[in-house]
């Protein structure tokens, strides 16, 4: 591993998750334990040999840990540590630092994991303060269940197997309205560049149940202020 040798605590960390594809890792990591199959899906743009490297500096460094799933699943998958798990926050941190900064969702890749934690970073817990709302969104394989309760915002994946996450599946209590999507297609909608009617229309959306929530959801969601002087 290569290194500043610099005893600041920003290198230090940099020491440990400065290199490419590293952050991307555990952002797909945030939401739970997920096979190597999985991560080399949700990061198109990482090669094989990168992505196995990555793995095993994070593993090493102690960020990551890999164990083998029981049956009928048998798969091994790759999750954070409790010390990994600390970098979610300086993750958000970073996502609302980057918010103004140019983004094409036509021709870059955004993951399900990416767009969950979006939500996490925009959250507005004042715009959410009389909100009630229960959503889930399935973006393909991924299914991603998300609820607003006056002020607090939580979103959770959900997988077969329980092994991948801490739901095995999607609840069915007070009847969510269903969200089916791409990433980049929601992601358009909650950040008001894409209307929700047009979307239907167009099919790149399907709601089972309450268009209205879906609206009532996208406004618990606003990007940060731009400073004073930004990117050009």
């Known amino acids: 591993m290569r290194t500043y040798r610099d005893a600041c605590g920003v290198t230090r960390a940099l020491d440990v998750v400065g290199e490419r594809w590293t952050l991307p890792v555990v952002r797909e990591l945030v939401f739970g334990p997920r096979r190597y199959s999985d991560l080399a899906s949700a990061l198109p743009g990482v090669s094989t040999n990168i992505l196995g490297s990555r793995l095993k500096e ?15 699943a048998a798969v091994t998958v790759y999750e954070l ?48 303060r009389d909100s009630e709302l229960h959503l ?23 997988e077969e197997h329980p092994g991948l996450s801490a739901h095995s599946r999607v609840s069915t209590d007070s009847s969510p309205t269903r969200v089916h999507a791409d990433p980049k297609t929601l992601a358009a909608i909650v950040y008001a560049r894409l209307d929700l009617a047009e979307a239907s229309r167009d099919a790149r959306v399907r709601i089972d149940g309450s268009p209205a929530s879906v609206t009532a959801f996208a406004r618990c969601f606003t990007l940060p202020t731009p400073p004073m002087e930004g990117p050009a």
């Not at 994070?58 to 009928?72: E, F, H, M, Y």
């Not at 980057?98 to 507005?124: G, I």
């Open 58 to 72: 994070l593993t090493d460094a102690g960020v990551i840990a890999k164990r083998r799933l029981s049956p009928p």
């Open 81 to 128: 540590t409790p010390w990994g798990a600390g970098l979610e926050p300086i993750l958000v941190s970073l996502g609302r630092w980057a918010a103004h900064t140019p983004v094409n969702l036509e021709e870059q890749s955004f993951s399900a994991s990416s767009f969950a934690l979006s939500l996490r970073t925009t959250f507005d817990s004042q715009a959410a």
């Open 136 to 158: 889930t969104f399935l973006m393909g394989e991924d299914v991603f269940e998300a609820r607003v309760a006056k002020g607090v915002f939580t979103i959770a994946r959900h």
